[in-house]
C-alpha cells in the first residue's frame, strides 16, 4: 500500500525508536524491488551520510539507517518525529521547503521522505525493473511538514468519496463499464502490499487501506476515457470533479503514514520517561 517512501519512513522510524529489528526493515522494501541502493546528491551530504556521490558506485540502504541514527541520536524524546512522508504533485509542493534539486527530485517521484530538523531528504527512483535507487539530497533544516491530524484526514477522505460520487452524477459522465469489478479487483492485486512494523496503529493501516481502494477506483475513473464525457468541457469539469478526491488521498496516506511514525517515537519518549 502506499509508496515506496512511506516504508521507508515508517520501517525506520520503527527501527531508530526499538520497534523493529534493522533486517526486517530492510526486508521490507523488497516489496518496491529486489535490489536497493543509495546514493548522495552532492559531495556535502555524502561527508553526511557517510554514502557514495551520485555517478560513484552506489551502497545499501542499510547504511541510510546507520547515519539516520547517528544523527537522530542527540534529539530529546519531546522533539517531532524526524521522519516525514510527503507526497507533493505541481501546485502542491508543501513541505519540501521551496525549490531546488530535492523540490524537482521530489515532484518527479510524487513521493519523498523528509528528514525533519536534519537537513536532508530522501526520494526513491525505480531505475530498471526490480531496481530502486534512493538519493539523498540537502534540504532546509527549519522544514516543518504540514501535520494532519489522522481522524480529519479519515473524515476528509470520506467527505470527498461523497462529494465526488454526487459531482460525477450531476454532471452525467460516470459511465457503466462492463467488468470494472475485475478491474479494479486486477489493480489493486498488482500493488505491491508491503509488511508493517508489529506497532503500527490500526487506524493508521485501516486509512491507508481504504485510501489505497479509492486511488484504484481514481486511477481507472481518471483513466476511462471518454468515459462518459459528451465532450472535452465535461471531460475537464469530471477532472476537477476528481481532483478533491485526489488531494483526500494524498493527505490521508501522509496522516497515516507520519501517525505510525509519530507513534513509535512516542513509544521511545514514554520509555525513556518511566
Known amino acids: 500500500m502506499c509508496c515506496p517512501s512511506a516504508t521507508l519512513a515508517v520501517w525506520s522510524s520503527a527501527w531508530l525508536h526499538g520497534a523493529a529489528a534493522s533486517?526486517?526493515?530492510l526486508d521490507a522494501l523488497l516489496a518496491w524491488g529486489e535490489e536497493h541502493e543509495v546514493v548522495a546528491a552532492d559531495e556535502t551530504v555524502a561527508e553526511v551520510f557517510d554514502?557514495?556521490?551520485?555517478g560513484a558506485v552506489p551502497t545499501g540502504p542499510a547504511q541510510v539507517l546507520t547515519s539516520?541514527?547517528?544523527l537522530?541520536?542527540?534529539r530529546s524524546p519531546g522533539e517531532a518525529p524526524a521522519v516525514r512522508l510527503v507526497l507533493p504533485v505541481p501546485g502542491d509542493v508543501r513541505g519540501l521547503g521551496g525549490g531546488g534539486a530535492f523540490t524537482e527530485a521530489a515532484l518527479r517521484a510524487g513521493e519523498a521522505v523528509v528528514l525533519s530538523g536534519l537537513g536532508h531528504g530522501i526520494v526513491p527512483q525505480a531505475i530498471a525493473e526490480g531496481l530502486m535507487r534512493w538519493t539523498v539530497y540537502p534540504v532546509a533544516s527549519d522544514i516543518v511538514p504540514d501535520y494532519v491530524p489522522l481522524p480529519e484526514a479519515e473524515h476528509a477522505l470520506t467527505d470527498a468519496i461523497r462529494d465526488s460520487a454526487g459531482a460525477l452524477q450531476e454532471l452525467d459522465i460516470a459511465s457503466d463499464r462492463?467488468?470494472?469489478r475485475a478491474e479494479l479487483s486486477a489493480t489493486l492485486r498488482s500493488r505491491p502490499r508491503p509488511d508493517w512494523p508489529s506497532g503500527t496503529p490500526g487506524r493508521a493501516l485501516r486509512v491507508l487501506q481504504r485510501a489505497e481502494e479509492v486511488g484504484a477506483i481514481l486511477l481507472l475513473a481518471s483513466a476511462d476515457e471518454p468515459g462518459g464525457a459528451l465532450s472535452a468541457s465535461a471531460a475537464t469539469r469530471r477532472a476537477q470533479a476528481l481532483r478533491p478526491l485526489s488531494e483526500a488521498i494524498r493527505t490521508a496516506r501522509c496522516?497515516?503514514?507520519n501517525e505510525a511514525v509519530r507513534v513509535f517515537a512516542d513509544q521511545t519518549g514514554r520509555s525513556q520517561g518511566a
Not at 51 to 54: A, D, I, Y
Open 23 to 25: 533486517d526486517n526493515a
Open 68 to 70: 539516520l541514527r547517528k
Open 178 to 180: 462492463p467488468g470494472v
Open 255 to 257: 496522516a497515516a503514514v
Open 72 to 74: 537522530t541520536s542527540a
Open 51 to 54: 554514502l557514495p556521490v551520485t
